[in-house]
């Protein structure tokens, strides 16, 4: 019933990424969800910004995650 | 009422749905695989490459695999719970489908495989997607249609009605396949084309056919849904009557589910397109070697 699987876990293997890091390629795809605005990639917190939106989108195991409700707003202090 | 108030499905317990049952959703993808088959086959009589692609609602990447075995040069598995794409691999991104954050004129193809019924906003939804494709970029997507679950519907109306006196909702509203062509129209799609496939399933009784809709992520997503958990009695009695309603002549009972798909290209100037009203150059009385009768006037449409 898993015949497909192999499939995705070649793509995953074939991928020059590794599985922390964010590809470059998804990167210049990616889009502020709510204005649609270029984000910028911070490396060293693993976040995405989209200054317009004033938020802050986190980047998990390489895995942007652009929901308004996972997001931190700019304005408030990042918790370390 | 507010957009939140007036909203179908509650966004968020969809995402929690999704999260809890990921693993098993990785074991129940027959009807995941029948709908990504059948736009992989749609996406083979398409002649020509696709670099970048979308998968929307991509769930455990079956369509996503697909469409990188077939050499789509880059493919973008995209779904509201990161733990329900764990096993799709490739590149990922956590996203709600009604708010797309996806470069604008970007993607030579989106596709989604059965995610998109479970959205509040699908007008939205399918503008967001066209304005994500290049021009004469293609979008295929397969959704739930009106007849899917029709008959989990009426046993858990008739068995509730029966044992509490009254019925809440709890198989969401499904769009019907004419509404559906229509509004692929109405947001902008060139060429639309809008079709039903329904896909008659058997299973032992309806508690299983329950266990494979959580499976799917599909468990009640409905912000109108009740606060309780069904009584077990209305339970009980709910896979009584469907029992008695939809059983087949093996002895397990059918589940409809109609899988209607949308399929449009974002308009470009080399696209086939229909003449302006009067913009003909030769009249069909000459070419019909005939004399043109001129016809009563029609009286005002009421």
């Not at chain 2, 997503?221 to 009557?241: S, W, Y």
Request: charged share 30%.
């Amino acid at each position: 019933m898993n015949e497909g699987d192999e499939n995705a876990n070649d793509e995953a293997i074939e991928s020059p990424v590794s599985a922390e890091r964010i590809d470059r390629r998804l990167l210049e795809l990616l889009v502020c969800p709510i204005t649609k605005t270029t984000l910028e990639y911070d490396e060293a917190n693993q976040e995405l910004v989209s200054r317009k939106a004033r938020l802050a989108f986190p980047i998990r195991r390489g895995v942007p995650h652009l929901l308004p409700g996972e997001a931190r707003h700019l304005d408030d202090k990042r918790q370390s | 009422m507010s957009a939140e108030e007036r909203a179908i499905f509650d966004r968020e317990l969809v995402r929690r749905r999704r999260t809890r049952h990921a693993r098993q959703a990785a074991e129940t993808t027959f009807l995941l695989d029948h709908a990504a088959d059948d736009i992989a086959d749609r996406l083979a009589l398409v002649k020509r490459p696709f670099e970048v692609a979308l998968d929307l609602g991509a769930g455990p990447g079956r369509l996503s695999a697909r469409l990188a075995a077939m050499g789509v040069g880059l493919v973008i598995s995209a779904d509201l719970s990161a733990e329900m794409m764990a096993p799709a691999g490739g590149l990922r991104v956590v996203c709600d489908e009604e708010l797309l954050p996806i470069r604008p004129g970007s993607m030579d193809l989106v596709v989604s495989g059965l995610a998109l019924q479970q959205v509040n906003d699908l007008p939205g939804a399918l503008i967001q997607i066209r304005r994500a494709l290049k021009p004469d970029g293609l979008m295929v997507v397969s959704l739930l249609g009106g007849r899917t679950l029709f008959e989990l519907r009426e046993a858990l109306v008739v068995a509730e009605t029966e044992t509490t006196g009254g019925a809440s909702p709890r198989v969401a509203p499904f769009a019907d396949v004419r509404e559906l062509g229509q509004l692929l129209q109405r947001t902008g799609f060139a060429l639309p084309v809008a079709d039903s496939d329904v896909v008659e399933v058997g299973y032992r009784s309806a508690l299983e056919l329950m266990r494979d809709l959580r499976g799917m992520g599909w468990a009640n997503p409905l912000r109108e849904r009740r606060a309780h958990a069904m009584r077990r009695d209305t339970l009980q009695r709910a896979v009584e009557v469907y029992a008695e309603r939809f059983a087949r002549a093996d002895g397990r009972v059918t589940a409809t589910f109609e899988i209607v798909t949308l399929t449009g290209w974002a308009p470009h100037d080399s696209q086939q397109k229909p003449l302006r009203p009067g913009s003909a150059t030769a009249r069909l009385a000459d070419a019909l070697g005939t004399t043109e009768t001129q016809l009563p006037e029609k009286p005002e449409r009421g």
